[in-house]
Antibody
Framework: EVQVLESGGGLVQPGGSLRVSCAASGFTFSNCAMSWVRQAPGKGLEWVSGITSSGDKTYYADSVKGRFTISRDNSKNTLHLQMDSLRAEDTALYYC???????????????WGQGTLVTVSS | EIVMTQSPATLSVSPGERATLSCRATQSVTSDLAWYQQKPGQGPRLLIYDASTRATGIPARFSGSGSGTEFTLTISSLQSEDFAVYYCQQYDDWPQTFGQGTKVEIK
């Protein structure tokens, strides 16, 4: 059974940093591109960042470019998102999502976790 | 970026009735469109990809159609477990973008 489980969310002050992680199981992690998608409270879905299956290429939404860093450890089946210079508008539920096609994060998402909540507030 | 617009924002339907949800793109996305279902407290669930292909395990009452800029998700006979929010997503152009969602509620 495919599972992705996010962790690491919490309350952080504006300008602060936080790292969220995703533990994957039930599929060959190293063959799959992965992404982070967020959902602000009561709002819709926004793609944030993606990474190729090998980890050699990363992609970011303009809203987070230069502040967030996506990475992965294929030996541990884990995905990370390092978030720096956080702003109030980054407050959201952050979902880890598996790409439905293959090694490049440019398609639909066939499995999602339940999300981890990041709250940016003083 | 491509903007996806869903209509209506809320759809009130009785159990057993048909529900038709629409999604429009600001430019052609060919057939690179997916539909997701989201229930409270859960992550989205993939229903349809490539505009009309049902994902693994999705019941036949869910069907997708359309191409270019106009797409439709049809639920042929609503079951109690289908009341949720539905999102469309285009992946024809970077970045992938989502619609704002349609909430299907019990009439």
């Amino acid at each position: 059974e495919v599972q992705v489980l996010e962790s690491g969310g919490g309350l952080v002050q504006p300008g602060g940093s936080l790292r969220v992680s995703c533990a994957a199981s039930g599929f060959t992690f190293s063959n799959c591109a992965m992404s982070w998608v967020r959902q602000a409270p009561g709002k819709g879905l926004e793609w944030v960042s993606g990474i190729t299956s090998s980890g050699d290429k990363t992609y970011y939404a303009d809203s987070v470019k230069g502040r967030f860093t996506i990475s992965r450890d294929n030996s541990k089946n884990t995905l990370h998102l390092q978030m720096d210079s956080l702003r109030a508008e980054d407050t959201a539920l952050y979902y880890c999502a598996k790409d439905g096609v293959g090694g490049i994060p440019e398609y639909y998402f066939d499995y999602w976790g339940q999300g981890t909540l990041v709250t940016v507030s003083s | 970026e491509i903007v996806m617009t869903q209509s209506p924002a809320t759809l009130s339907v009785s159990p057993g009735e048909r529900a038709t949800l629409s999604c429009r793109a600001t430019q052609s996305v060919t057939s690179d469109l997916a539909w997701y279902q989201q229930k409270p407290g859960q992550g989205p669930r993939l229903l349809i990809y490539d505009a009309s292909t049902r994902a693994t395990g999705i019941p036949a009452r869910f069907s997708g159609s359309g191409s270019g800029t106009e797409f439709t998700l049809t639920i042929s006979s609503l079951q109690s477990e289908d009341f949720a929010v539905y999102y469309c997503q285009q992946y024809d152009d970077w970045p992938q973008t989502f619609g704002q969602g349609t909430k299907v509620e019990i009439k």
